[in-house]
């Protein structure tokens, strides 16, 4: 085993540590809700009392996983990213069959299809560009020539509308 292959597989242990950690907070963390994660309106335990020593002790430990899962989860990233840079040994890369003389026509011929096929989705996406920018644009001058739409408060309704013109 390589050292790429070997901090890949490291990092991907990691990774999984990490998740698991995750799960680990989410656990402690509806713990600590109790009731109140169902939708019900409790009081909090009186400071001092078990029950509010029992929640604090599982909001802890909720974050101590979670900063453990973070942690993890980068080093583990970093891990992976590592091992995907460090080069394969020569002796497992094949090697190279000698390039053969490309004939030009039929280069001449796959451009003209790509640039053909990229036409068409490039006229698309302009066609498609312009409607948007025409609908929003009538959308916005009737609401400035409105005369109901005079007030502040109308407008703010209606401000999400503007950054896509």
Not at 11 to 32: D, E, F, H, K, N
Not at 73 to 99: K, V
Not at 131 to 146: E, Q
């Amino acid at each position: 085993m390589t050292r790429g292959r070997l901090l890949v597989l490291l990092g991907g242990l990691l990774l999984l540590v990490g998740l698991i950690c995750s799960l680990g907070s989410t656990y402690y963390q509806v713990r600590a809700m109790g009731e109140a994660r169902q939708g019900v309106a409790v009081l909090a335990p009186p400071k001092g009392s078990p029950e509010m020593l029992e929640k604090e002790r599982h909001v802890h430990r909720s974050d101590w996983f979670f900063g453990l899962g973070l942690v993890l989860t980068a080093a583990g990233i970093i891990l992976q990213t590592c091992g995907a840079i460090f080069p394969a040994p020569a002796a497992a890369l094949p090697a190279a069959a000698p390039a053969a003389p490309v004939n030009p026509e039929v280069l001449w011929n796959a451009y003209e299809l790509e640039v053909g096929l990229y036409r068409d989705y490039l006229g698309l996406i302009l066609k498609g560009n312009a409607f948007y920018y025409l609908g929003v644009g009538a959308i916005l001058s009737y609401y400035a020539t409105s005369t109901s739409s005079t007030s502040q408060g109308n407008w703010d309704c209606k401000r999400g509308l503007m950054p896509g013109y």
